[in-house]
């Protein structure tokens, strides 16, 4: 007989949201998981990739020290891996992700695109 258990807080990464990307700060770590996200936005379905890391270290959000968090969600990401010749980041790629900073919108009532340079290592 088998036996299989889960719990949801053994799957729990909160997404690094553009409220935590400032110039400089990186994180480091391992793809563990992916899955599809998907954003509504003036009645327009746009899905995307997403992806969980397992970092070196951990990183402060909310209050709350994480060791494992979701990326992929930001243009300036997706632009990135874009650049980097890569159509997504796979299972077991290491990869260190650093904000180089913000480019403000032209628009108003539009946030501005987090730059990002990504490194991917893949075994």
Same mark, same amino acid.
């Given at each position: 007989?088998? %036996?299989?258990?889960? *719990?949801? =807080?053994?799957?729990?990464?909160?997404?690094?949201?553009?409220?935590?990307?400032?110039?400089?700060?990186?994180?480091?770590?391992?793809?563990? !998981?992916?899955?599809?996200?998907?954003?509504? !936005?003036?009645?327009?379905? !746009? %899905?995307?990739?997403?992806?969980? /890391?397992? /970092?070196?270290?951990?990183?402060?959000?909310?209050?709350?020290?994480?060791?494992? =968090?979701?990326?992929?969600?930001?243009?300036?990401?997706?632009?990135?891996?874009?650049?980097? !010749?890569?159509?997504?980041?796979?299972?077991?790629?290491?990869? $260190?992700? =650093?904000?180089?900073?913000?480019?403000?919108?032209?628009?108003?009532?539009?946030?501005? *695109?987090?730059?990002?340079?990504? $490194?991917?290592? *893949?075994?």
């Amino acid at each position: 007989m088998q %036996k299989f258990e889960g *719990r949801t =807080v053994d799957a729990d990464a909160p997404f690094l949201g553009a409220e935590f990307w400032k110039e400089g700060e990186s994180v480091t770590g391992v793809v563990t !998981k992916i899955f599809e996200t998907q954003n509504i !936005k003036d009645g327009i379905v !746009k %899905k995307s990739k997403a992806y969980v /890391l397992a /970092l070196n270290g951990s990183v402060e959000i909310d209050g709350e020290e994480w060791d494992r =968090v979701s990326v992929g969600s930001l243009a300036g990401f997706k632009m990135a891996l874009d650049v980097a !010749k890569l159509p997504q980041l796979q299972i077991k790629d290491f990869v $260190t992700i =650093v904000c180089e900073g913000v480019k403000p919108s032209k628009k108003e009532n539009y946030s501005g *695109r987090i730059n990002f340079k990504i $490194t991917v290592e *893949r075994p």
